[in-house]
């Protein structure tokens, strides 16, 4: 570590962990990535699901108005055998309405000439009382058929006339009931002498005029991820090549034109008319009434929109060389809610996803998921990663479903996934900080081993030196009578300062080993302190400092359980520590006290009269080879060790040390539990 600073160690652990996490994150998203994506299979199959689902109920729907007869149309229908003259109402004629598929507001026949009938109502001239309709319910079946023949109209589907309801129209009949008047005036408009059935045959191939409702977005305006779209088309054809071998195996059925004999009532002037609900078996024959029976065709069902907004479902039928058009108006918003927005919303889809209901390519209404409320589709709003889309089955595939994401949930992994991320990055993060940290310890450790190496050549060659002046001038006579007893004194001076260093020296050897072995005995704090005074007295004074102790009587009698050798080398080094930084104080004296602490212990401290320890530096001056000063600028002698050695034999006997600042000086305490003495128990 000596050839590495902060910032090399810094650099080299951001590439390492650089060099960890990249691939590491790659790995993740790419984890979380293919969770997204199966997560985005598993709700576009929900999608797929709900779009099969809704296709084969509304496919059924439309099969069942396909199968009506030609007769269903009329008010009356021949039930049973034709000859036995039974009849009854048709099933198209109930109100309210019979629907087919959801949202229907009425059922019409159109004739050659556009001439418009309704199953609604009775032929003319007869009297809706034979039928069982009252006058209220036969206002309300009036009302109805012109409001239907009045949106057909406004589309130019039918003929508008003031002659009324023609062929199957009602006309009130003459009755003193007042409820039965109306003013004709009001069924129709102006005759349409243009009419032309032709009209039907471009429904669906282009926008008709008058009020037009369709809405201003087209699909491809949808702002729909293209990455995820591309995939979404490319999972479809995969599926779709999949399944080939069962869509060959159960083909779709064509529609095709299809023939049928119908039988139909001739005059309802006369005989029993049964409600559309009562059995066949309960019908009364009528002798007035003739049944005409023929055979006609009717082509397959077709769906358009039309220019009012409104839904027609309708189909050609051709009876005796004249085609007929039968089919059922229905209400765009009320179907498209109940068809497709109310399942939408009863499914998991609702909450992540949103529905868009196209026709031809244009937006007509979007489902937003969640608690948003319903609007209609805005190019702007309406923008997400496509999810599933597809068209409805004949005749509604001009209809198309495009289910578009709007928030997708992440899968169960993905919450597994994030907080093995989490944990990772805290891993990662609070690994490489410690390293980061252990490794600027360790380089300002090879620091201060280097400023230690450095200070023991300082200290250990400073007293040879001496020793060997002074041994020298001895041995050559060089020294005065009268000098040669102050040269043994600085001979015997340095090599105890030798010896203290060398002593320190081999004491963190064993420390650093973990081989120190302590003989640990209960000394009574008197005794100890007049041993050691003699140990210091002559350091202190030939230091030039004054040396007092001072103990209290309590804590004198008082045992603490130490090794002798390695208080006295705690002491010796908080003496020299003292001796070292208060050499230029104003008062040189040294005081050694001891006393009673609080919890049963024996406080010995030493104080200088000196600067003091900076505020800063006082839990860190008992860290191993630690200085205040660089060695280049330091101004006092030592290595670093001395303090580290006594915080460590301290611990060790079990006791602590610290330091607080006086005014002036710094007094350091070293704290010793009260032991028992010497063949009794230990104090509680």
Known sequence: MKDFDPARLKRLLAIFFLALAIPTGFLIWQTYSQLKWEAFHQYRGMAEELTSRIDANLTERVNTAEARSFADYAFLVVSGDPSANFVQRSPLSELPVTRDLPGVIGYFQVGTEGEFSTPLLPQSHSEPASFGIDAVEYAQRLQLSRQIQEILGDNQLVQ??????????????ASPAASYEADESQVGAKQDKAYSQAIFDRLGSEQKDGDEQFPEERVDELKLNPALQKKSEVAEKRRQQGQAGELSAAPVPARTRRKEQA???????????????????????????????FESEIDP???SLLGSGHFVLFRKVWRDGQRYIQGMLIGQESFLQQAFGQQFQ?????????????????????????????????????????????????????????YSINNLPPGPGATVLAWVTLVL????????????????????LARQQQDFVSAVSHELKTPLTSIRMYGEMLREGWADPAKQQQYYEYIHDESER??????NVLQL???????????LKPVTVGELMSRIESKIAGQVQGAGFQLVFETDPGAGNANINIDEDCFSQIVINLIDNAIKFSRDAATKRIEIASRIGKGNTVVISVRDFGPGVPRDQMKRIFQLFYRSESELTRETVGTGIGLAIVHQLSQAMGGK??????????????????????????LD
């Open 346 to 402: 009863d499914t998991g889809l609702a909450a992540m996803s949103k529905l868009t209901v196209a026709y031809q390519g244009e937006v007509l209404h979007t489902y937003g998921g969640g608690s948003e409320p319903d609007y209609t589709g805005s190019s702007r709003a309406l923008s997400g990663t496509l999810l599933y889309r597809n068209r409805l089955s004949a005749p509604l595939n001009s209809l198309e479903l495009i």
């Open 498 to 503: 030798l010896t203290r260093l060398i002593s």
């Open 301 to 303: 069902m077709e769906f």
């Open 509 to 519: 050897a064993k420390i650093s080993r973990n081989e120190p072995q302590y003989d």
């Open 657 to 682: 040390v610290d330091v607080i600042n006086k005014q002036p000086g710094a007094e350091f305490r070293v704290v010793f539990p009260v032991a028992a003495p010497p063949g009794m128990g230990s």
């Open 425 to 444: 990055a805290i891993v990662f993060a609070g690994g490489f900080y410690t390293v980061y940290r252990l490794g600027l310890s360790q380089i300002r």
């Open 263 to 293: 039988a139909v009532p001739e005059s309802e002037s006369a005989g029993t008319v049964a409600a559309a609900n009562e059995p066949v078996a309960n019908l009364a024959p009528s002798a007035d009434l003739h049944i005409s029976t």
């Open 160 to 173: 508008r006339s003031t002659a009324g309801l023609s062929e199957g129209r009602s006309i009130l009949p």
